[in-house]
């Protein structure tokens, strides 16, 4: 995944194209306190701010008419706490920046998703996660927090210290105030041996249970028009390390997953028809591969091929039900689907807004290849979804209200309550979270 771009004429565009946006001004502060200026000169001008990061949201979590902060310049590590086992990193500084500076210093995130090319607030604000049997999300692994609030003052927040932003803060969506720095918990970096393997999906349905409790970061990939799926299972190795060869992780990761794919939506997109041949194809490309490696690397991987996505965390027990009626409504109907199903899991955190907020969950991404129709296919899936008390990614598209919203999270009204205290003149407010909080 490649960053935002902005056009000549001053509109920003998101990465998947489904966001574009004229803000009246942009900001790059060098600073905070120049942030905290620039926050409090929009409430002078009466216009609304919003920060985004390098947009792979693909709501308008980060629209805004009003004054846009862009944290270029806030970039980078303020301090890693080796005793405390902690780093603080500036909240524009890319993910992939910071993993790499961690292993540098011999120090590794817990978990993490599948990218990392967005900024650590983004990432966090927005509830990013990867797969885990027992470690959560990003923001998960937040231990204290820096917010410039609506009056443009500047809090430091953690269990001790504001403990109640501090506890909603960390997937705050924007809507409590503008994130400047995160401090994140780190360990000693570690091997993680990674085992690819082509499956049946029934196999992979009927030993969900056993597959995910046998595994500390189990995913697959389900491809529809198909009954095959591709698994990944990371565990923590004693090592030695064994990377990918170069020439093969370029042939499987590059040029099957990111070239040839392209070529093959670019067919599918332009030949509907021959997408659940492509499917069969493309699900018998991919083989058993097994390495050992840092957590980044076997983590993450690179996402070329451009696409729009809509992501439900359900309850882990309702997963398996879940993919079962998501294969009969693809089968049963004329849609053809050229990119596969993406699930992955997360253990119960204690995050307000967190889609895993109060229950393990289970996370069903559809994706449909840019510039393709995926209204009708993102609608049935989603009805899918709400049957079970599904909870939309907020950076991912979705049709939710906050009244379909409080009915599945418990902890909803603590959110707004928080968020009428911090921000009373929708200072932070655009019309994304209009919808999903609230007015």
Not at 25 to 31: G, H, I, K, N
Not at 158 to 178: D, K
Not at 309 to 332: G, Q
Not at 341 to 346: K, L
Request: charged content about 25%.
């Amino acid at each position: 995944m490649n960053s935002t771009t902005s056009t000549k004429n001053g509109t920003w565009r998101n990465w998947g194209g489904t966001v574009g946006i004229r803000p009246a001004r942009e900001v790059t502060p060098a600073s905070v306190e120049e942030l905290a200026a620039a926050v409090r000169k929009a409430a002078e001008d009466d216009l609304r701010v919003k920060a985004v990061g390098t947009g792979h949201s693909f709501t308008s979590i980060a629209a805004t008419d009003g004054v846009m902060i862009r944290p270029d310049l806030l970039t980078g590590i303020r301090a890693i706490d080796h005793e405390a086992m902690t780093v603080t990193v500036e909240a524009g500084t890319p993910l992939k920046r910071l993993n790499v500076a961690l292993a540098r210093e011999g120090l590794s995130l817990t978990n993490m998703g599948d990218i990392m090319e967005q900024t650590v607030s983004g990432a966090t604000s927005t509830g990013t996660h990867g797969t885990g049997r027992d470690s959560g999300s990003l923001a998960a692994q937040i231990k204290g927090l820096e917010l410039v609030t609506a009056d443009g003052s500047v809090l430091t927040c953690s269990p001790e210290e504001n403990p109640e932003i501090f506890t909603a803060a960390r997937i705050g969506l924007g809507a409590l105030g503008i994130v400047t720095a995160i401090t994140f918990a780190v360990e000693p970096i570690f091997l993680l041996t990674a085992r690819e393997e082509p499956m049946p999906l029934e196999r992979v349905l009927t030993e969900f249970d056993q597959l995910w409790a046998e595994n500390e970061h189990f995913e697959f990939y389900w491809f529809p028009h198909t009954g095959n799926t591709i698994t990944k299972r990371n565990n923590r190795s004693p090592g030695p390390e064994r990377p990918l060869g170069q020439l093969s992780g370029w042939f499987e990761d590059e040029f099957l997953s990111n070239g040839v794919f392209q070529v093959a939506n670019l067919v599918g997109r332009a030949v509907p028809a021959t997408i659940p041949s492509i499917a069969r194809i493309a699900s018998r490309a991919l083989s058993t591969r097994t390495y050992t490696d840092i957590p980044y690397k076997v983590f993450t991987s690179p996402r070329r091929v451009r696409f729009v996505e809509m992501e439900y965390a359900v309850p882990r027990a309702a997963l398996v039900d879940t993919l079962r009626e998501l294969k009969a409504m693809v089968d049963r109907s004329d849609l053809r689907v050229s990119f596969p199903v993406e699930v992955r899991t997360a253990p119960a955190d204690d995050i307000p807004l967190s889609t895993a907020s109060g229950r393990d969950s289970a996370y069903v991404a559809i994706h449909m290849f840019r510039g393709t129709p995926y209204q009708r296919y993102f609608t049935a899936a989603e009805r899918i979804f709400v049957a079970h008390e599904g909870r939309p990614h907020w950076g991912k598209l979705h049709t939710r209200d906050a009244d379909y919203l409080a009915e599945v999270y418990p902890r909803f009204g603590e959110f707004t309550a928080l968020r009428d205290r911090l921000d009373p003149h929708r200072r932070f407010q655009n019309d994304y979270l209009r919808r999903v909080l609230g007015a």
